[in-house]
């Protein structure tokens, strides 16, 4: 038996990257995936390939940052599917900037993408995961942690989404919903990019993780996904996992 068999499971920024990885991961553990991305052409061959892996998965072309489509995507979910049993909030855009140079549309972006989606996704999926007992999954960073150079946008919005996801996992647990937190380092296209741009800070970052590689979006991040989107957590709530080769400790 698959892990994640029958199961429906809505994944942000499912078109590249991290996200892209789980969806891959999620569907070969048997789950019918809705991928939600701004960018359609990725999309667009995003769901083409894992039609490949499992020919149910769909595309939702939505940018989360126009608030209007949240409930959208939960409801096309429920009419294409009739259930909904995992929510992963992966999806987030950000710049990378000294903080003294920041401006407001540079802090309100990671918020726009990330933050907010993340709550109200939730508020959207609460009715359906309660018949199913589901799982929420959102991603944060070590860059929150660590408290990153240059990231302090970024790093406020995630340490906003572990701070979200306590308090959700609290009230939701009743419901028999469980809300865990990834803080992943992967080979997605923005890590690669800055590998390009910064390979010396890309060095030395590497340099100091103990499993001296980049992971892997699907075999690395996705798997772990899998694990807390799967029976195998059901006692595990409010918790962050880093998956990152050992790079941060919490
Ligand atoms: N890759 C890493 O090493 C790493 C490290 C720490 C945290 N993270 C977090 O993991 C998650 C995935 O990271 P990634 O590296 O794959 O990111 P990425 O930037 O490579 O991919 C993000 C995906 O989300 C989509 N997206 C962004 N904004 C959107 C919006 N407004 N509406 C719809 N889609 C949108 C993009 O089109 C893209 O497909 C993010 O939350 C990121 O902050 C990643």
Not at 29 to 51: F, P, R, S, W
Not at 89 to 116: C, W, Y
Not at 176 to 203: D, L, R, T
Request: glycine share 10%; proline share 4%.
């Amino acid at each position: 038996m698959r892990k994640l068999e029958s199961k429906v499971a809505i994944i942000t920024g499912g078109a590249s990257g991290v996200g892209n990885g789980i969806a891959k991961a999620f569907v070969k553990e048997g789950a019918k995936v809705v991928i939600v991305d701004y960018n359609e052409e990725t999309g667009n061959q995003a769901i083409e390939e894992l039609k490949l892996i499992g020919p149910e998965s769909i595309f939702i072309h939505a940018d989360l940052a126009d608030f209007s489509t949240h409930s959208k995507i939960v409801s096309r979910t429920i009419d294409v599917f009739g259930q909904l049993d995992i929510l992963v909030n992966n999806a987030q855009a950000s710049r990378v900037k000294p903080f003294m140079e920041i401006t407001p549309a540079d802090l309100e972006l990671p918020f726009k993408t990330g933050f907010f989606p993340t709550f109200f996704l939730m508020q959207q999926a609460f009715p359906y995961l309660k018949e199913t007992q589901g799982h929420i999954i959102n991603f944060a960073s070590g860059a929150g942690i660590n408290g990153d150079l240059n990231q302090a946008a970024y790093a406020a919005s995630k340490e906003a989404v572990r701070g979200l996801s306590r308090v959700v996992a609290n009230e939701f647990g009743p419901h028999g919903i469980k809300v865990n937190v990834i803080c992943p380092f992967a080979n997605s296209p923005g890590v690669q990019q800055w590998a390009q741009h910064m390979p010396e800070h890309f060095e030395e970052t590497l340099s100091k993780i103990p499993m001296r590689r980049v992971g892997d979006v699907e075999d690395d991040i996705g798997r772990a996904v899998v694990f807390f989107a799967s029976d195998d957590s059901n006692y595990i709530t409010g918790q962050t996992l880093m998956v990152d080769g050992g790079g941060c400790r919490l």
